[in-house]
């Protein structure tokens, strides 16, 4: 069974950067899709950032040109580097996994991390 475990959230000033890890253990197929999403309270999970088996990614509109997805085969480890921080960034952090091709649905997914809280002042 699958595994992930993200880390690295923290609290941050507005321009500031952080680096998000998610360490996945255990193995299901050659082809799947890892992803981050985040949350605000109240709101619904909304897509950061996909990339793909063969290392295809793909951002939100809020997050391009900032944030940078990628991962690490032979360390298990899935990224996200976060430039540029603005306070609209504040959430809680999720990654995830889902076997096939990459999607944007956050249902789709069926394997998550618990979180970790990013915050950012102004």
């Known amino acids: 069974q699958l595994q992930l475990m993200d880390s690295g959230g923290g609290s941050v000033q507005a321009g500031g950067s952080l680096r998000l890890s998610c360490a996945f253990s255990?193995?299901?197929?050659?082809?799947?899709?890892l992803a981050w999403f985040r949350q605000v309270p109240g709101e619904e999970r909304e897509r950061v950032a996909v990339?793909?088996?063969?290392?295809?990614?793909s951002y939100a509109d809020s997050v391009k040109g900032r944030f940078n997805i990628s991962k690490d085969n032979a360390k298990n480890t899935l990224y996200l580097q976060m430039n540029s921080l603005k306070p609209e960034d504040t959430a809680m952090y999720y990654c995830?996994?889902?076997?096939?091709?990459?999607?944007?649905?956050?249902?789709?997914?069926?394997?998550w991390g618990r979180g970790t809280l990013v915050t950012v002042s102004s």
């Open positions: 990339i793909s088996g063969d290392g295809g990614t």
């Open positions: 255990g193995y299901r197929s050659s082809r799947y899709c």
């Open positions: 995830a996994q889902k076997i096939g091709s990459c999607s944007y649905v956050v249902t789709a997914f069926d394997i």
